[in-house]
């Protein structure tokens, strides 16, 4: 029997923010805007040109926490969740993360005593940042455009989702690194409001970017190696 999922279509959209802030950040990446009244799942997704099925499969994924294999859904849209991906990609790299930059260096530079610090902390930022634009613009340039190869019967002899698997490497390893400097060694005197709240927002970045690789592993990926098991058995 299926396991009953948190969130259906015809539940109201907003029922899903007020039980779950963290969609918030799933709504806008799949191009769906605020100010949608009492509308459900169903009727937003419908007005918006968004596939309901892969819509819900990942909210019901990432709020449910439930990282087993066999919550890849049939019925998921390749190019929805392919969307929803590069999405992802475009908020941190060209949002979040030079927010945080900006926010960290003000930070960080606040007396002239503690300018040797800014400096390291601001390398390890900036040594973080490229090991996630790389990670990002090779999946945006490999494997995205192989997977919408992929749907289409085209299987590449030279690739297959396995590799990228193999080399999607933990990301968050760095930041977790400079989080852990900023809380214990950095030199602060007295209350400093600024480097508390930079330091909250590579918290919830780091969350964020931890949920967005559990996407691309646990349904992602499974997904696509069914498409092309089934591509395999058709030749």
């Known amino acids: 029997m299926q396991k009953q999922q948190k969130f259906s279509a015809n539940e109201k959209l907003s029922r899903l923010i ?58 998921i849209s390749i190019v929805s969740i392919v969307d929803y991906l590069k999405n992802a990609h475009s908020y941190f790299l060209s949002f979040k993360l030079p927010a945080i930059r900006n926010k960290l260096l ?61 080399r999607h490497n933990e990301i968050d390893s760095k930041l977790e690194e400079l989080k852990n400097i900023l809380i214990k060694y950095y030199p602060a005197k007295g209350s400093n409001h600024l480097l508390t709240e930079v330091l909250f927002d590579i918290l919830s970045c780091e ?17 696509i190696e069914a498409i092309e098991r089934k591509n395999n058995e058709l030749k």
């Open 207 to 223: 969350i964020d970017i931890v949920s967005h690789n559990r996407v691309e592993d646990y349904l992602f990926v499974p997904t």
């Open 18 to 75: 007020h039980e779950d802030h963290s969609l918030l950040m799933v709504i806008s990446r799949f191009g769906l805007s605020l100010g949608f009244g009492d509308k459900t799942v169903k009727e937003v997704c419908e007005s918006s040109g968004i596939d309901c099925d892969t819509f819900l499969a990942v909210v019901n994924f990432l709020s449910e926490e439930n990282f087993e294999v066999d919550n890849v859904n049939e019925n």
């Open 106 to 166: 003000e930070a960080v530079n606040v007396t002239d005593e503690n300018i040797p610090y800014g400096i390291i902390f601001m390398k390890f930022f900036d040594e973080y940042v490229s090991e996630v634009q790389k990670h990002m613009e090779y999946e945006d340039k490999v494997v995205f455009p192989y997977v919408l190869q992929l749907i289409k019967g085209e299987n590449d002899p030279r690739y297959s989702i396995s590799i990228f698997q193999d």
